[in-house]
């Protein structure tokens, strides 16, 4: 398939820039796998479109404020730093800004200058392997005091409350971007889901900012995906196996979860109590192992999630789902509405 099979036309107007408030009186796109009919709810009908005895298995990783402004301590000369990923303690990969500046050796200072930042490498992709030094017990404290969310770069405006990127249920401290499709669930939603009869299964799956790069290579087949670290643990690994013993259904919250559970079940061929990295590419002709649902946002143009999404419900499903969306002037990407496939 080429890349140019998932484009499609999206008006600036329509990319959402605030979350909606409250997060679950967004929009809900219902789509039949098998019908590919379409029906217009908003998501707290989750608890009339869900069955009892569905789990719902949920992203909990936590965004870092991992977006940190600066000095370069040998010129006063405003840079700044991206956290990607940590390499060992207290030394992490970075995207840096302007990066041909920064050269080995560099100190970039924070705040009140108790954070600093020593320039350790300079990788091929242009990347950097920078060396933290702070007064804090863990560099997440100073991260607290001195970072920003790292909010995509189609998003302009600037958040009050930092909270509005992060799930109600984020606790494992780890992602450079959301799963933005937990965003729409509010603590009342989810103990009205359980009432119900739903059930929660918590994994981990730290986004990287991959999640945002597009594909370049027009054979989709020739695209490298990045790679991202997952965690399911045993009680997660029993709950999806009870549902799938009785007959329910496990629906993915988020193409993160969804990649978590594939993932998985390709690298043990099942799912049980494992972790480890992924750089599972799932596009249109992938035979879906463990999912039966999914909740997700809508994605950007040619991206690796709207392969995703049209590998699990159908190519012709999906780009007519997304023209519906567009004439519908539903909201797009991160802070935008959501999509329930079943």
Not at 11 to 40: F, K
Not at 87 to 103: F, I, M, N, S, T
Not at 243 to 248: D, M, P
Request: aromatic residues 10%; proline residues 4%; hydrophobic residues 35%.
């Amino acid at each position: 398939m080429q890349k140019s099979d998932f484009y499609f036309d999206l008006p600036q107007e329509l990319i959402a820039q605030e979350p909606c408030h409250p997060r679950d009186a967004a929009r809900l796109l219902c789509l039949s796998r098998s019908s590919g009919e379409i029906e217009h709810r908003i998501f707290s009908d989750l608890t009339q479109l869900l069955c009892p005895g569905d789990l719902l298995v949920i992203n909990n990783s936590k965004v870092l404020p991992a977006r940190l402004i600066g000095k370069k301590q040998q010129t006063g000369a405003v840079c700044e730093l991206l956290l990607l990923r940590e390499v060992v303690k207290d030394e992490w990969e970075c995207l840096a800004k302007p990066g041909k500046r920064l050269h080995t050796g560099n100190v970039v200072e924070f705040g009140d200058g108790s954070l600093t930042a020593e320039i350790l490498e300079t990788k091929e992709d242009g990347n950097k392997i920078v060396r933290f030094s702070y007064d804090t017990a863990t560099l997440y404290e100073k991260l607290d005091a001195f970072g920003k969310m790292p909010l995509p770069p189609y998003i302009q405006k600037q958040l009050e409350d930092q909270s509005e990127y992060q799930t109600v249920y984020a606790k494992e401290l780890g992602s450079a971007a959301a799963p933005t499709a937990g965003l729409h669930f509010t603590p009342e939603l989810m103990e009205q889901l359980r009432e119900k009869g739903m059930q929660f299964a918590q994994v981990t799956l730290h986004v990287g900012l991959g999640t945002f790069r597009p594909v370049k290579e027009e054979n989709i087949f020739d695209h490298k995906m990045h790679t991202e670290w997952y965690s399911i643990d045993s009680e997660a690994a029993r709950k999806i196996a009870q549902t799938k013993e009785r007959g329910g259904r496990v629906i993915a919250v988020g193409t993160t979860s969804c990649r978590t559970l594939e993932a998985a079940a390709q690298q043990h061929g099942g799912i049980c109590p494992c972790s480890g990295d992924t750089d599972i590419f799932i596009y249109p002709g992938y035979e879906f192992k463990v999912i039966d649902g999914l909740i997700t946002n809508f994605h950007l143009p040619e991206s690796t999630l709207i392969m995703l999404v049209s590998a699990f419900c159908g190519y012709e499903n999906t780009m007519n789902a997304y023209r519906t969306a567009v004439a519908e002037k539903y909201r797009f990407f991160s802070f935008g509405d959501a999509m329930l496939i079943v």
